[in-house]
């Protein structure tokens, strides 16, 4: 740790080493993951003068953080990362029609959606449901509640915890409500007393799909289904793009190898024909998903390299980049740990998913073309 810039009565500035031979990915990683190491918290900058992460924290978290940020130092100058894959890229090609934006519609909420929003979103999830019309998916409608059950098998509990938001619920104990019933004067909620539901609430929709398929046998099939889903993201990173409820739609495609990466890739190219039919700036390049261990950390490049997960980043009028749509190909294990198998052979399928993060692509029509439907594409009005 370097110095104690200010301190006032809730948080203090504290600057923080970087090695030397960082390299910018890296230190985009660093930055990244620095937010997750305690919910005190309140901000994460770099500041390129010094060469030093600026930590915005509690003061009595110092040490905490110090012995917390070195493992995290030490993990990612392990990883071994390789620049993505960029497959499409309109940016600085496409004749900008932005409009210019008041900082108010930038750091819109959106919480709350008008009339003209909540047409907006069924608007463009009817567009990215033609998408997948031609293949005849099976559609479904699944609860938004994600059991202990589900979790043992795709693990998401294991390799994303920072996301995890989950339901309490009161014991039904008649002395225990009795009681709460009588200290209680009904200005003091009640989260103490109540006890975890089990499951989470659903991070993204398609292990539910996995959930309905599990110990069966196909030989290849397609689901869509969307609805609400719940991510525990950082406060002071929350915006227009990022939510801790939003509504998402995806396909699950479950097949043989070469028909999953098939429709995944038919697919890029359908989504980024829509994405420039919108007239909206970006780019489809390879990804990783943000694991959270280090243990986890040689599975980001084995994903870069497997080129395993793609995605359809916006380029926002503040000219950073929003994720809106992911094209995952999962090889078997997702199929393994459900046991779900091919009809006549007996052997795992292969399994991937095509997510879209409906609440981001309305923000990016919002962000590119402002909030007055007139201005929006007529496809979208
Ligand atoms: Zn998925």
Redesign the pocket.
């Known amino acids: 740790m370097k110095s104690n810039l200010v301190t006032d009565t809730s948080f203090m500035k504290n600057k923080y080493d970087i090695p030397d031979h960082f390299s910018e990915d890296k230190l985009q990683e660093l930055i990244e993951r620095a937010s997750y190491l305690s919910d005190e918290i309140k901000r994460v900058e770099y500041d390129n003068e010094d060469h030093t992460l600026v930590i915005h924290h509690h003061p009595q978290l110092s040490t905490k953080i110090s012995e917390s940020l070195a493992k995290l130092i030490h993990s990612i100058q392990r990883m071994k990362l390789i620049a993505p894959t960029v497959l499409e890229s309109n940016v600085d090609s496409i004749p900008s029609k932005r409009v210019k934006q008041t900082e108010k519609a930038i750091h819109a909420e959106l919480d709350v959606l008008d009339e003209s929003k909540m047409q907006l979103l069924s608007k463009i999830d009817d567009l990215i449901k033609k998408i997948g019309a031609s293949r005849q998916p099976i559609t479904r409608n699944y609860p938004t509640f994600l059991s202990d059950h589900n979790l043992k098998k795709n693990k998401y509990h294991i390799h994303f915890p920072q996301n995890i938001v989950a339901l309490y619920q009161m014991p039904h104990d008649y002395t225990l409500i009795e009681s709460v019933r009588q200290k209680n004067n009904g200005d003091h909620i009640l989260h103490e007393h109540m006890k975890s539901s089990g499951g989470i609430l659903r991070p993204?929709?398609?292990y539910h799909v996995y959930e309905e398929l599990e110990h069966s046998s196909t030989d290849s099939a397609m689901y869509s289904s969307a609805g609400t889903c719940f991510r525990n993201e950082v406060p002071w990173k929350l915006d227009a793009f990022r939510k801790k409820e939003f509504n998402m739609r995806?396909f699950?495609v479950v097949g043989s190898e070469e028909e999953v990466k098939r429709t995944r890739n038919e697919m890029i190219q359908e989504v980024w024909s829509l994405f420039n039919y919108l007239g909206l700036e970006g780019k489809i390049e390879s990804a990783t998903d943000p694991f959270f261990f280090s243990g986890d950390m040689n599975k980001i490049t084995h994903q870069l390299m497997a080129e395993a997960k793609y995605e359809l980043k916006y380029k926002r009028q503040n000219g950073s980049y929003s994720s809106i749509a992911s094209f995952?190909f999962c090889g078997d294990h997702l199929c393994d740990a459900y046991d779900i198998t091919h009809k006549e052979s007996g052997q795992h399928l292969y399994s991937g998913?095509i997510?879209f993060g409906l609440n981001r692509w309305m923000s990016a029509i919002i962000d590119y073309y402002g909030e007055d439907p007139a201005a929006w594409p007529i496809v979208l009005q």
């Open positions: 993204c929709i398609c995806e699950v995952n998913c997510a």
